[in-house]
């Protein structure tokens, strides 16, 4: 899978979780540092935490680690599957 695949793949996970029911497509921002901290990390409990700092700064809310890591986990699962079928 190339990375722009990978991409996708992540992008759909994040939209269908939108934890602000704000909308599919309505925080593109965050979930582009969100992509980024999952191409940073290997480590799902440092991806959730960047989840949840990113959503803090932007919505004045702080998510719980537990949803955050849940969603980190699934992302570090797909980035993985792309990187086992290289």
């Known amino acids: 899978m190339e990375s722009k695949e990978l991409s996708y793949k992540l ?3 994040l939209n269908k979780w939108d934890p602000f029911k704000v909308g599919a497509g309505q925080f593109d921002p965050e979930i582009a540092d969100i992509l980024q901290a999952v191409h940073d990390y290997n480590e799902a409990d440092k991806i959730a935490r960047r989840i949840q700092s990113v959503f803090e700064f932007s919505f004045e809310q702080v ?3 537990d949803q955050c890591f849940s969603v980190a986990n699934t ?5 993985n599957e792309d990187v086992c079928s290289l």
């Open 11 to 13: 992008i759909d996970v």
């Open 63 to 65: 998510l719980p680690f």
């Open 75 to 79: 992302l570090l699962a797909i980035k």
